[in-house]
Structures are given as C-alpha cells and as structure tokens.
C-alpha cells in the first residue's frame, strides 16, 4: 500500500506553477470526475435507439419476400431468384407477390431521433454537412441562418483557446527547461 505508492512516485517536489501539465479540452463539464462529457457520451441514448430501430428495419427488410404462385399442377419449369437469370414456363405465367413493408412510422422515428441529436449538440444538418439553405444566396440571409451555430461555436472557441494557449505555454517551458529555447 503505501510502500507500493512510494515505488511509484518519480518525483515528490512541491508544484509551483499556476497550472498543471495537461491541455485538456472538454465538450461540456461532467458533473463529476476530471474528464468532461464528450459528444458521443451525449447522444448515447439517442445512438441506442437509433441502433434498436435499424436494426428493427433490417430485419423487416430481410423478412420481406417474394412468394412465387402458381396455379395447382403447372409445369412452371426451372424458376431461379438470380438476376439476369432464364426462366421458363409451360402453362401460365406464375405470379410473383412481394410480401410486407417497412413501416413509415419507424422510418419517421428514425429520422427524428436524428434530426433531435443534430439539435441537442447544436449543429444543424445542413452545416454539419457544410450546405447552404436552399433559396439563401446573400451574405447577410447566410449569418442570420447560421447566428445559431455560431453562438454554439463561439462558446466552444473560448474553452478551445485556452487549450490551445496552455498547450503551447507548456511547450515553451519545456523547450526552455531542455535548453533548446533562444
């Protein structure tokens, strides 16, 4: 116990620096602990339900069939499921009925549950996947579409250059205490 945490100090000085060795970046504080709460840590519930639902319409998907009907004692030949395949018939022509349908009601939740987990981090599709509104082609209707994001991102860009400056702080002094720094 204390023996073993003895073995595993390096160095047992005093800290006299304002802050401590690490650049960390947080998406959003954790209500406990060191770390912060990351984007994904965030829409965990959202992704369970996603993954839940598709996997719902992957499985209706494959369950959909093509029944192949036939009138009682036709010689319907050789009948094949590959494309592009040859086949025959003697008597009539054998009727093929697709069996079933995704539900739009889970393809609508599928699509909310996607639309909210744009909206809880802040991000709208459209600039996530860096498009304009349609019909928005002046400067000024631009930042009004965007004034949203940009408060999101403003609040983000204080956190991050302060990273970034304790990041770099940190570096000078290093290249100061190895000497290299001129």
Known sequence: PAELAAAWVEMDEKWTRDRFPFAVFRWSKAPLGFLGTGIAEELKPIQ?????LLGKV??????????????NGENIGRI??????VNTYTNTLPQMLTMGVIPPELLQQIQYLERK???QIGVSQLSASSQKP????????????????VHRVRSLMTPFGDVWEHAM????????????YR
Do not use: F, H, P
Request: aromatic content about 6%; proline content about 0%.
């Open 48 to 52: 369970i339900e996603l993954n839940y």
């Open 58 to 71: 992957q499985e209706i998907a494959n369950a959909i069939t093509n029944s192949l009907w036939v009138r």
């Open 80 to 85: 094949s499921n590959k494309n592009n395949s």
């Open 117 to 119: 987990a744009y909206e």
């Open 134 to 149: 349609a019909g928005l082609n002046s400067g000024e209707a631009l930042k009004t579409a965007e004034s949203g994001l």
């Open 169 to 180: 702080l940190m570096g000078v002094r290093l290249a100061v205490a190895n000497g290299d």
